[in-house]
């Protein structure tokens, strides 16, 4: 009898932990951890374990509670501090990548208005060269028709000088010393009458080019001439001589300023050839230097077009990956937040537990 008297006790006194116990983890009633404590407590109470060993298990697993959140806060400093310096590091990768971008860009753009502004240098070089061709022809062709007329001309002149020394010789021939009246024998008639067809020939191919002051000569002589076919006149021998000296002077005079002015047109037009073919040169050269410069934009913006579309990527890539880590450390963040939550209600519990256990055992 005494037996079942002493085992209600028992069972009395343990119903009794169990609510006491509950009611202190009221606020952790639904906690998986705090039931599992109270389980423990309750099957060491039932059983008759000892209070005291039972407060140094519970001591050691706060203890082991403790050390877990020190290591977790550990773990949880090192790796925000590697999330911090890969971020930072991608961080840098972005900004490099995006400054390589706008530089890249910015060299596209600059070399784009270069490329177009050669263009229209090369099609202003290759205009004005195609007019230089033109006017160092036209010069050349001018050189050459003013050549050619000079040597005509000249020609001219010195056929008339020699005829006129011939007719000269034939006069002075004519007139012979002291002699007042020549008669005329058949060859000196066919000779003078030549002559006379000599002069209006020159008349005629001189009246081009020659002054009027020279021309007026002319006719004086061949009248006399004319006379002269049927009688010489001593009187007028001598005027036809005097004529002809005075025309030998004006046609040297002239042929002098007809070189002279050759000479001068000459060297103009020479000079002028001269210009053309040294801005020929440098517009061979400048175009020859400007397509140079065209290939070499046309490569480097071709370079250009593939670096930048690298650099966009990484661009994006990066950016892709700024926003994983972040996600991943937000995550981090707060599944650290939820286990130091959790750690600390585990101790709370035990807490509540070596409180309760403290309490029986100072009873």
């Known amino acids: ?192 009458l030549q002559t006379k067809e000599n002069f209006q020939k020159i008349k005629e191919i001189l009246e081009a080019h020659t002054k009027k002051s020279s021309l007026t000569l002319f006719q004086p002589i061949i009248e006399g001439l004319a006379e002269m076919t049927t009688k010489v006149n001593p009187e007028t021998l001598n005027n036809v001589l005097s004529l002809v000296a005075r025309l030998i002077t004006a046609l040297q005079e002239g042929q002098d300023q007809l070189e002279a002015n050759h000479k001068t047109q000459a060297e103009n037009l020479t000079r002028l050839g001269d210009d053309l073919r040294n801005e020929k040169q440098t517009l061979q050269v400048s175009l020859a230097t400007a397509n140079n410069r065209l290939k070499e934009i046309q490569s480097r913006l071709n370079e250009l077009d593939g670096l930048i579309n690298i650099s966009n990527a990484l661009v994006e890539v990066t950016q892709l990956n700024i926003q994983d880590a972040t996600k991943i450390n937000e995550l981090e963040d707060s599944e650290y937040s939820n286990q130091k939550v959790s750690r600390q209600t585990e101790i709370d519990i035990v807490d509540r537990l070596i409180e309760y256990i403290n309490q029986k055992l100072s009873e």
Not at 107 to 112: I, R, T, V
Not at 127 to 139: E, V
Not at 164 to 180: F, T, Y
């Open 1 to 192: 009898m005494k037996h079942f008297v002493v085992l209600a006790l028992i069972a009395c006194i343990y119903a009794t932990s169990v609510t006491e116990m509950t009611d202190r983890l009221a606020q952790y009633g639904d906690h998986p951890f705090g039931k599992s404590m109270v389980n423990l407590v309750s099957v060491n109470m039932k059983t008759g374990g000892s209070l005291n060993e039972l407060k140094q298990l519970l001591q050691q697993i706060k203890d082991e509670l403790i050390a877990l959140t020190q290591l977790q806060d550990q773990e949880n400093a090192t790796f925000t501090r590697r999330s911090q310096v890969d971020l930072a590091k991608l961080q840098a990768t972005l900004e490099q990548a995006q400054a390589d971008l706008d530089n890249q860009r910015q060299e596209q753009s600059s070399l784009s208005n270069e490329l177009a502004t050669l263009q229209t240098r090369v099609k202003e070089d290759q205009a004005a060269l195609d007019r230089n061709s033109r006017g160092s022809g036209d010069a050349q062709s001018r050189l050459d028709a003013e050549n050619t007329d000079f040597a005509a001309k000249y020609q001219d002149y010195s056929d008339a000088i020699l005829a006129c020394k011939e007719a000269q010789r034939l006069l002075l021939n004519l007139r012979g010393e002291g002699a007042s009246l020549i008669q005329l024998t058949q060859d000196t008639k066919s000779n003078l």
